[in-house]
């Protein structure tokens, strides 16, 4: 993704990074929020999982709902242990919340491994719903005394939009609980500070006055001049010609599809019905467009994702109208005169899962929702528009109830240009209320989070190498397994292997009490020598002192378990072999992203989700590969090569990532059938053929040397090549 981040966006990515601090990201519609959420997921090296309060929210941020990650209730829910009040409306408490859970190991081991959660569109997010989040989490990680379990959150999303829904007969009974139902108020933030940074620059509107009316309206301080020059736009009477091309923005969901259906029985021409292609697992509630779509020839329509070739001949939100329908094929064109076909986009339903080879995070695609992007847009409710960005609106605010709607409407526009009132703006505001102004208020400025970065992030880096270099847990598993042993020879079978145990875990024992002289040297560096240099080198010292004892352990446990696999009555013990040893697997996991962190945190480089998954393939693999060599999968990739297809057209063809299918490739430039040019630059290639000696032994060896425009892909394709090279004299 080609995002160039700003100050501001900067520093934020910063503190999620490098920090355990929760943030929350807001921003006035426009200043690019979602594309900060995606550049986020795409570059943090944190283990992370994207979620929403709702089903469409989720679809569109390629997530999924917090009530099916976390299983959490329906209804409200009050943060205190009392019995659930006799009432119309469902209510949850920490009586009852955890009554009915069922958690899979698997996904249990998956929510302690995240360390980032990211919820998007905050503002629909009620404090009742977040602290029950935080209890789930607290409960699920065994971290009940940490808010949030521990885990990290970012929220992203605008308060100053529209509010989070609470029923009367629910406010009811949690007024005595919360001061208000925005997010903030969650009992969970007061014991978890919260860092509140706000993007400023916005992308949508570049007329300056037009931008001083939009901010006055989103802070409830536009002025009686405001409205007067926004009503100058006030024209009840648009005939149909003059309203081409225009979409009315209603407060009601009636008017929105009154005034669509009406325009399109209106039309002569004949009517086309087009139906979603629905894959597997998409639950009816997250279709982000009605399962069938009718439209005629003449239909006004509105583009509800950004053109997927890059070409930009389309964006969500762009208006148009049926130039041609098949049964299959759908033209549109917009005023300039310009046509497209209109392409069918695939939204995904995900779910996560944790990958057992590597204990990282995966997403895994349950279902899929197939269809053409549109929508009818003759009209759309202002509360549907959010995220959208129309060239010319006709506003029908007459309805508007919060403060919210008026300025969401206004800031779809990307000018004045095209704004056309068909009802006045109302003159009495809509109060914000005083939590809300606290809350905005108590934003710090760029200099205070600059100077709170370095402590933060000082905070964070011992607490990841306390967490990662303590060996309590693996120590505390082991004696319990010893103690297991309990029985006579003649009683149980596995207390045959009682001696056998001894020796295994004669090396495991001491790794306490040194993991933890680890920790003291590492706060004494970290703290007063300050130097990231120092603590690099000697992290990987202490990573060199560790990791053979638990790699040793661990070969001995697998071996030891492959020989028990045709004796009987030992399932048991074969269970706790298989538990130690991914204890032992997943500590070693912890200390090499520990270690890679730091070692690019000295090198002054940002660590990102692909370099851990490069790395750990290079580790990973050759465990495994000659299990893989008895699959075609690298034929499979070698055929859609030979068909001109390149590496990323490849890997998103076949659910990769890019580095896979770099890989299958590489053993054809071995053979001599793909050229290692075809796959990286010529220079590229010759500058690092340049550092491979024969007694290179790994990809992170020539990778460290080289700058930040090399991919590990670009090492591993100049690697296979150097090894032809060398068969070849």
Not at 59 to 76: D, E, K, M
Not at 507 to 518: D, N, T, W
């Amino acid at each position: 993704m080609n995002y160039q981040l700003n100050e501001i966006a900067k520093l934020t990515a910063d503190f999620i990074n490098t920090t355990d601090r929760h943030v929350f990201l807001t921003g006035k519609a426009g200043t690019g929020k979602t594309t900060f959420l995606k550049h986020i997921v795409q570059h943090t090296h944190k283990k992370t999982i994207v979620a929403a309060p709702t089903g469409i929210a989720a679809i569109n941020a390629q997530g999924v709902t917090l009530h099916s990650l976390l299983q959490l209730p329906f209804g409200a829910f009050i943060p205190e242990r009392v019995v659930p009040p006799d009432v119309n409306t469902q209510f949850t408490t920490l009586y009852n919340l955890f009554s009915n859970l069922r958690f899979n190991s698997s996904k249990r081991q998956l929510i302690r491994e995240m360390e980032l959660l990211i919820i998007d569109e905050v503002s629909m997010l009620r404090a009742d719903l977040l602290d029950c989040i935080d209890h789930m989490l607290r409960y699920l990680r065994k971290r009940k005394d940490v808010p949030f379990g521990g885990a990290q959150i970012l929220f992203i999303g605008d308060l100053l939009q529209l509010p989070p829904v609470v029923k009367d007969d629910e406010w009811n009974i949690l007024k005595s609980y919360y001061n208000s139902s925005y997010f903030f108020e969650a009992k969970a933030l007061s014991a978890a500070s919260l860092i509140h940074v706000e993007l400023e620059k916005i992308y949508r509107q570049s007329d300056d006055q037009f931008i001083a009316i939009l901010n006055r309206f989103r802070e409830n301080k536009q002025t009686r001049e405001d409205i007067e020059f926004l009503n100058q736009y006030y024209k009840p009477e648009m005939n149909e010609a003059e309203a081409d091309g225009y979409i009315h923005l209603t407060t009601h969901n009636r008017k929105a599809d009154n005034i669509n259906s009406e325009r399109l029985r209106a039309l002569d021409s004949k009517s086309y019905s087009f139906h979603a292609e629905i894959v597997n697992d998409f639950p009816e509630n997250s279709y982000p467009i009605p399962e069938e779509l009718v439209l005629k020839e003449g239909a006004q329509v509105m583009f509800i994702k950004n053109d997927p070739s890059g070409e930009g001949q389309f964006f969500n939100g762009k208006i148009g109208h049926v130039s041609h329908l098949s049964s299959g094929t759908i033209k549109v064109k917009f005023s300039n005169g310009e046509e497209v076909d209109v392409p069918q986009y695939t939204w995904e339903n995900k779910r996560y899962s944790l990958n057992k080879d590597t204990n990282e995070i995966d997403e895994k695609v349950l279902g899929s929702f197939t269809h053409f992007p549109l929508k009818l847009a003759w009209a759309v409710t202002v509360h549907k528009s959010q995220g959208l960005t129309f060239e010319k609106a006709i506003l029908d605010l007459s309805g508007a109830f919060t403060q919210g709607q008026v300025y969401v409407a206004l800031s779809r526009l990307t000018s004045l240009d095209g704004l056309v009132l068909s009802s006045k703006i109302p003159t009495d505001g809509f109060d914000i209320s005083s939590s809300m102004r606290e809350f905005s208020a108590a934003k710090p400025s760029l200099d205070e989070l600059s100077s709170r970065l370095s402590q933060d992030r000082n905070k964070y880096l011992f607490q990841l190498i306390s967490q990662h270099f303590d060996f309590q847990e693996v120590v505390r598993s082991f004696r319990s397994h010893i103690s297991s042993f309990d029985k006579q020879e003649n009683r149980s079978l596995k207390q045959q292997f009682l001696e056998w145990t001894n020796q295994l875990t004669d090396p495991i024992f001491p790794l306490e009490k040194v993991g933890k002289s680890f920790q003291s040297q590492a706060y004494s560096i970290i703290h007063q020598e300050q130097d990231i240099q120092q603590l690099s080198e000697r992290v990987k010292k202490a990573k060199d002192y560790f990791t053979p004892i638990l790699m040793t352990t661990y070969d001995a446990i697998k071996e030891h378990d492959k020989n028990l696999k045709d004796k009987t009555r030992l399932k048991t013990y074969r269970k706790e072999l298989k538990e130690l040893s991914e204890l032992l697997f997943n500590k070693q996991m912890a200390l090499l992203r520990a270690g890679l962190y730091i070692q690019f945190l000295a090198e002054g480089k940002t660590l990102t989700k692909q370099d851990v998954q490069d790395v750990l393939k290079e580790l990973i693999i050759p465990k495994t590969e000659k299990k893989k060599d008895k699959t075609p999968t690298a034929e499979i990739s070698f055929a859609l090569y030979k068909e001109g297809k390149t590496v990323e057209e490849i890997a998103k063809e076949r659910g990769f990532v890019t580095s896979t299918i770099e890989g299958h490739l590489c053993k054809y430039i071995e053979t001599g059938d793909v050229k290692a040019t075809d796959l990286i630059e010529e220079e590229k290639l010759k500058n690092i053929l340049s550092l491979i000696t024969p007694e290179t032994t790994s990809l992170t060896e020539i990778k460290s040397q080289l700058g930040d425009e090399y991919t590990y892909g670009d090492v591993r394709v100049a690697m296979t090549e150097w090894k032809r090279i060398r068969v070849k004299d």
